[in-house]
């Protein structure tokens, strides 16, 4: 990127259109980071989209794959990145050359508004690097909030130190290893930033000898009040505590790249890889758990800033053009824009008009409730503490209803083996919400815990698969067994669930078995 780095400073006349947007976006309550826009060309565009957005990463052949899609795409006319924006303070903005001036002021606005989700959402202070990665209040904040976001440096850093371990260990040799390392980069707890600082326990360290308790006596009464037979009962009860207690860990552990990090036998060159991949993996998190969220307040403020502030009559036929792909809904897809967007506009009703609370929970008067308007004007403060709180699981566990269903049309399909094609299983309202909680719920990942590090006394590694109705893919558990075994350097184990028995998988480093677990 060095070499077209000072190339891309936006224009005078963009100048003079980033400064007015953001100040109609700030004189709306939009709170963002300082906002640094370039201009790039669409190879450049899609070598920092190939990046995840950022203008330096680790090497891997991997990201020479993406720009190559990406590339081939654009060519083809299958797809065009109009913006890219990063989570960072201060916040980096990529605008495509070549973009007619309605374009860049639509992207304008709508980066505002990310930029004012990554500051505000709860989910983000995740990214806070000084706060050590550890916020146990993410709802509560200084006003002076100003957090230490500078993931391009961080990113920049990762790139220096793994590129360090290729000019040791050669490039074939670490980037196998990041192959392993990214096939289990899902494997952590998205939460655990926000759960304190953990304690890490050698399972090596010596215990000390429990002391018996005893009663307090004298002498002469010792044989009385602390007889023999009491004494060796509590010491067989503190043994068999002690037993217990070695089991490692002592509860199942969600998080398990940290585990390795912090339990398996690696090399320091393969540790510090996996802490980069760890590190980066948290980093997208709080994107992926904010999707809908994060692109329907994006849709919803550069909509409403651009209707009524930002463009002239000439303009508004263009914009409408252009928007309208936006909010299209392709076949066979949930569009987040169009799905959040339009919540956010549900919500800002409801609470205008009072559509809320016991009394309206209460009421069973269809006619009453269509024409329910208490005009207390609140939605709009209702949307910017929904935009702070709350991520897509719950924004669309409290927010979505029945009206919402019905009035948007929303439906589940599934595969009809009958007629070899999708067809609407059901527009019932609870089977839709469920369907769409379930493919959010940790980003359709499954849950997959720690159980047992010393699995049947062998320094075995054992999963558990949590299966909540969700199968292991056959081919993707193989490959991540054998990603486990890399890093384990031993046998690994996983406890699932198939055709509703218990099953174990295991890869030894030679062969997958399988075979049916005691329940």
């Given at each position: 990127m060095s070499e077209f780095a000072l190339k891309t400073a936006l224009p005078q006349y963009l100048r003079v259109e980033q400064d007015r947007i953001q100040a109609i976006a700030a004189a709306e309550g939009l709170d963002f980071f300082p906002i640094v826009f370039e201009i790039l060309t669409y190879d450049q565009m899609n070598e920092i989209a190939a990046y995840g957005g950022f203008p330096n990463r680790y090497p891997h052949w991997r990201f020479g794959m993406e720009y190559e899609?990406?590339?081939?795409?654009?060519?083809?006319?299958?797809?065009?990145?109009?913006?890219?924006?990063?989570?960072?303070?201060?916040?980096?903005?990529?605008?495509?050359?070549?973009?007619?001036?309605?374009?860049?002021?639509?992207?304008?606005?709508?980066?505002?508004?990310?930029?004012?989700?990554?500051?505000?959402?709860?989910?983000?202070r995740s990214t806070d690097l000084d706060t050590g990665g550890r916020t146990v209040s993410p709802a509560v904040r200084r006003k002076d909030y100003d957090p230490n976001r500078r993931w391009i440096d961080k990113m920049a850093n990762h790139g220096s130190r793994v590129r360090k371990h290729v000019a040791r260990q050669g490039i074939n040799k670490v980037e196998e290893f990041i192959d392993h390392c990214l096939s289990l980069e899902n494997l952590i707890d998205p939460h655990s930033p926000f759960h304190g600082r953990r304690a890490v326990v050698d399972p090596e360290a010596e215990v000390k000898a429990a002391e018996i308790p005893r009663l307090r006596s004298k002498d002469y009464m010792e044989p009385f009040i602390n007889p023999a037979e009491y004494l060796e009962e509590q010491r067989v009860k503190i043994e068999k505590e002690k037993d217990r207690v070695k089991k490692f860990p002592e509860r199942r552990e969600r998080d398990v790249l940290q585990f390795l990090m912090d339990h398996a036998p690696l090399e320091r060159w393969e540790r510090d890889v996996l802490e980069v991949i760890t590190e980066e993996a948290f980093y997208f998190v709080p994107q992926m758990q904010t999707k809908i969220m994060n692109e329907g307040w994006a849709t919803y403020w550069h909509s409403k800033l651009m209707t009524t502030k930002i463009l002239d009559a000439s303009e508004i036929i263009d914009y409408a053009d252009h928007a309208a792909g936006v909010l299209a809904t392709s076949k066979g897809q949930l569009n987040p824009y169009k799905l959040g967007v339009e919540l956010y506009r549900h919500i800002e009703e409801r609470w205008d008009r009072g559509q809320f609370g016991k009394e309206w929970e209460e009421c069973d008067d269809l006619s009453a409730k269509k024409?329910?308007?208490?005009?207390?004007?609140?939605?709009?403060?209702?949307?910017?503490?929904?935009?702070?709180?709350?991520?897509?699981?719950?924004?669309?566990?409290?927010?979505?209803?029945?009206?919402?269903?019905?009035?948007?049309?929303?439906?589940?399909?599934?595969?009809?083996?009958?007629?070899?094609?999708?067809?609407?299983?059901?527009?019932?309202?609870?089977?839709?919400?469920?369907?769409?909680?379930?493919?959010?719920?940790?980003?359709?990942?499954?849950?997959?815990?720690?159980?047992?590090?010393?699995?049947?006394?062998?320094?075995?590694?054992?999963?558990?698969?949590?299966?909540?109705?969700?199968?292991?893919?056959?081919?993707?558990?193989?490959?991540?067994l054998k990603s486990l075994v890399r890093i384990w350097k031993r046998p690994v184990s996983v406890t699932s669930m198939n055709e509703a028995k218990p099953v174990i998988l295991r890869y030894d480093g030679r062969e997958q078995t399988t075979r049916h677990a005691r329940v």
């Open positions: 899609q990406l590339a081939k795409s654009y060519e083809y006319g299958l797809s065009k990145i109009y913006e890219m924006v990063i989570n960072n303070n201060p916040s980096y903005a990529y605008l495509l050359e070549g973009n007619s001036l309605v374009d860049q002021k639509l992207v304008m606005a709508h980066v505002c508004a990310h930029v004012d989700f990554f500051k505000n959402n709860f989910c983000f024409n329910w308007d208490l005009r207390l004007g609140l939605g709009k403060e209702k949307i910017f503490e929904v935009r702070a709180l709350y991520n897509d699981v719950t924004f669309i566990d409290e927010f979505l209803t029945p009206d919402f269903c019905r009035d948007h049309k929303l439906f589940s399909f599934s595969w009809s083996s009958r007629n070899e094609r999708y067809e609407i299983e059901t527009r019932e309202f609870k089977a839709v919400k469920e369907k769409l909680l379930f493919q959010l719920t940790n980003a359709g990942s499954p849950f997959i815990y720690v159980e047992d590090a010393n699995f049947e006394n062998k320094g075995e590694l054992l999963l558990t698969h949590d299966h909540q109705g969700m199968d292991l893919r056959a081919d993707y558990a193989r490959e991540v």
